[in-house]
Each structure stands twice: as C-alpha cells, then as structure tokens.
C-alpha cells in the first residue's frame, strides 16, 4: 500500500527527487497512516464522519481512566487498512499534553511504532 508522503516536522506533503509529490510505501506508510488516523478528530473527515478519536466526547475538558484514552487511540489505530494489531503506551502526562506511543504489526508481520 502506498500513501502519500508527509513531512515529519509540518505534517504536510513533500516532493521526491524528480520534484513530483512523494510517496511512502509499507512498513512506513502504515506507520504514517495510523499517525493520521490518531491525530483524526471523530467527525472531521466529511468524507467519513465515523472515522476518528473521539477527543471531544471523550477526552478534552474531561478527565477520563487512561484505560478509555488508549481504547479509542487503538481503535483509530485498528482502522488503517494494514494494521493486524496495535497497542497505546502512555509514557507522561504534564499539565495538558499526553505523550505516548502506539506500536503495532502490520498483516504481513512488520512492527511498526509511531510517538504522539
């Protein structure tokens, strides 16, 4: 699977060599994929209403179980074609930013793991 490529640092798209918008391919494309998908507030694709973290339901202005955070990033997770297992790691919480990391395999057994 291919997907378009996104610079690390501004999240948007990059140009290849030739000057034409770069592409990422698997292992790093799932990883990228499931990185938008965990950035993806439920109900901000117009496209697909369903898809999505549910941030404002669930977790800003809330404080939920760290338990619910981690189900709901699996689940966006879990929603990248690719994708066979995922698992959310909470690694510090000061003041209002979570940080963590999801690793996961993809169906053809390659790990990968993205930071947020």
């Not at 798209?13 to 000057?19: F, M, N, T, V």
């Not at 901000?44 to 999505?52: M, R």
């Not at 074609?81 to 909470?90: K, L, P, S």
Request: net charge negative; proline share 4%; aromatic share 8%.
């Amino acid at each position: 699977m291919n997907t378009l490529l996104l610079d690390r640092t501004t999240w948007d798209l990059c140009k290849d060599a030739s000057g034409n918008i770069a592409m990422a391919s698997d292992p790093y494309a799932i990883a990228q994929d499931v990185a938008s998908a965990v950035r993806t507030f439920l109900g901000e694709c117009w496209y697909d209403t369903t898809k999505g973290v549910p941030y404002w339901s669930d977790i800003l202005g809330h404080q939920p179980p760290l338990q619910l955070v981690k189900k709901d990033i699996v689940a966006a997770a879990m929603t990248v074609t690719g994708v066979a297992a995922a698992q959310c790691f909470i690694t510090g919480l000061v003041g209002r930013t979570l940080t963590g990391q999801v690793q996961g395999t993809t169906s053809s057994g390659q790990p990968f793991s993205i930071n947020f």
